[in-house]
């Protein structure tokens, strides 16, 4: 692929510019690297930019994991060309020439292209969910997430769950609470520390910036106390995004039990589809998004020239 000198001009991420963000990704499957929360939130070093060039979205972020700066790209319109674009905007700014997070519906649009090395990324699939499943959690292979909220019932008979406001500072500090108490009940350690730094910076941004997002609270109390909540962003086509949830874990089946109540509401509110994001390839996460059974998943890829 011939390089060509790069045209592309980037934009600092700032809070007036998610709209545009969002509008954009209306048009394509929800993937939850190019929603406009998942954006703003998890720039947690403030160094994301965006680039709208031919009808496409590209992207400078920072890796979840390791905050490395790296290239990506949404949309299907002259994307040879863009990626022409973007190529050589990375060989001039010194930057990873590897596009990740590549959004299956654009690595459709070039799979004949002889001159790209194109590699489906796993570790970054999105896990998609039928509500109606979740929320009734029917059949065998529910058994285990129907006996553990059955537990918590029984164990918790005060037990309600309540619609939060996020925008109220009495929420937010229960929220943050529920989130340490998870935190303090987890072993971390090494990459794993690091990942759940991040997240907690992620989660203080959205408490900081809530008022401009439209999402959806839910926390369970039992007795005088919150003990878990989940945070989801209500988007296009019967989707919904799912942002945060933490449980004090010394309440055993917390967390199946307010991520079956999230799905029950959710559900009986027109919604029909749950994405619960990736697992980047951490074994536990990926066991506990398998265990409730996904219903497709939306496929990412890296994409890199042969000979750059």
């Not at 394509?28 to 929360?37: C, G, I, K, Q």
Request: proline fraction near 2%.
């Amino acid at each position: 692929m011939a390089l060509v000198k790069s045209v592309l001009r980037f934009k600092k991420i700032e809070l007036n510019d998610l709209e545009k963000i969002r509008n954009f990704s209306s048009n394509f499957e929800p993937y939850s690297d190019f929603n406009a929360l998942s954006i703003w939130t998890y720039n947690t070093e403030g160094l994301a930019e965006y680039c709208l060039y031919t009808d496409n979205l590209i992207l400078k972020y920072t890796d979840y994991l390791t905050n490395k700066i790296f290239l990506t790209l949404l949309g299907a319109t002259q994307v040879p060309s863009t990626l022409e674009q973007i190529f050589s905007y990375a060989k001039e700014s010194r930057t990873d020439q590897t596009l990740k997070l590549v959004p299956e519906v654009t690595v459709n649009t070039i799979k004949q292209i002889g001159e790209l090395d194109i590699t489906e990324d796993e570790d970054n699939f999105d896990y998609i969910y039928s509500l109606e499943d979740l929320a009734k959690l029917e059949g065998s292979y529910h058994k285990d997430e129907r006996n553990l909220c059955h537990n918590f019932l029984k164990a918790h008979l005060d037990n309600c769950i309540d619609v939060l406001d996020i925008n109220d500072q009495k929420v937010k500090g229960i929220l943050l609470d529920i989130y340490n108490k998870w935190i303090i009940n987890k072993e971390i350690s090494g990459k794993g520390k690091e990942e759940k730094e991040t997240e907690l910076t992620a989660f203080k941004r959205l408490l900081r910036d809530s008022e401009h997002f439209e999402v959806v609270c839910l926390g369970i109390k039992v007795g005088n106390n919150y003990i878990a909540f989940t945070v989801s962003e209500p988007i296009n086509n019967g989707f919904v995004m799912s942002a945060f949830a933490k449980a004090d874990t010394n309440y055993k089946g917390s967390f199946q039990y307010i991520n079956q109540k999230q799905a029950e509401y959710l559900y009986n509110k027109g919604y029909k589809f749950l994405n619960l994001e990736q697992d980047l390839g951490i074994p536990g996460l990926r066991q506990a998004k398998r265990a409730w059974h996904p219903v497709r998943y939306l496929k990412k890829y890296t994409i890199r020239p042969k000979h750059g």
